[in-house]
Structure formats: structure tokens, C-alpha cells
Nanobody, 117 residues
Framework: QVMLVESGGGTVQTGGSLRLSCAVA????????MAWFRQAPGKERESVAV????????WYEDFAKGRFTISRDNAKNTVYLQMNSLNPEDTAVYYC??????????WGQGTQVTVSS
């Protein structure tokens, strides 16, 4: 079992930055990869960024490239999503997810990010 708790969401103005955190607990040695997803009102959930558990591979959706950075603090068992140059289209609930045996079978509760114009 893997438990995930996101934090760091909030309201920021266009052009601002936020850093989301995902605290990871449980059978962390069994994790293959971590990811951030988001879901905006009335839209389907979409992936944002992926990182393997060792941290030496990352992948980003096109909208996130150059603005968002996924990273991990091994000592704290925490995965981060640094988001810069935010715009109103980034407004969504952001979720972190962990992949162990299947594709992202463990999810956090989500954290709201609101970008005002």
C-alpha cells in the first residue's frame, strides 16, 4: 500500500508560481514511477509530468515543458511540482499518483490550484 498526500495549492495571479508537494508513505520501495495529473472543471483529467522513482527520468506534457519541474526529495519521501509562469488555463485540481504493479493505482486527494487573471 502507498499513501499520498498533496499540499501547496492555492490562489495565485497570472505569472505567479506555486510549488506542490506530495508526501509519500507506505511501501515506497515498490514504486516504479510518480506522476502529477490535473483536472479542470468540466474537463477530463490529464497528465502533467512523470518521474521514475530513482529520479533520473522525467517527462512533461507540452503545456508543462519549460514552466513546470517535477522533482523528489529522497530524505523526505516527497515529490514536488514546481510551477512557474502560471496562467488561468492552469486552474485545476492537481493530483499526484504512484505506479507500483499497474499504471498509477495509488492517488492522493488532490489540491486546488487557482490562477486569477
Amino acid at each position: 500500500q502507498v499513501m499520498l498526500v498533496e499540499s501547496g495549492g492555492g490562489t495565485v495571479q497570472t505569472g505567479g508560481s506555486l510549488r506542490l508537494s506530495c508526501a509519500v508513505a507506505g511501501r515506497t520501495l515498490s514504486i516504479n514511477s510518480m506522476a502529477w495529473f490535473r483536472q479542470a472543471p468540466g474537463k477530463e483529467r490529464e497528465s502533467v509530468a512523470v518521474m521514475n522513482w530513482s529520479g533520473d527520468y522525467t517527462w512533461y506534457e507540452d503545456f508543462a515543458k519549460g514552466r513546470f519541474t517535477i522533482s523528489r526529495d529522497n530524505a523526505k519521501n516527497t515529490v514536488y511540482l514546481q510551477m512557474n509562469s502560471l496562467n488561468p488555463e492552469d486552474t485545476a485540481v492537481y493530483y499526484c499518483a504512484a505506479s507500483v504493479r499497474a499504471t498509477y493505482e495509488f492517488w492522493g486527494q488532490g489540491t486546488q490550484v487557482t490562477v486569477s487573471s
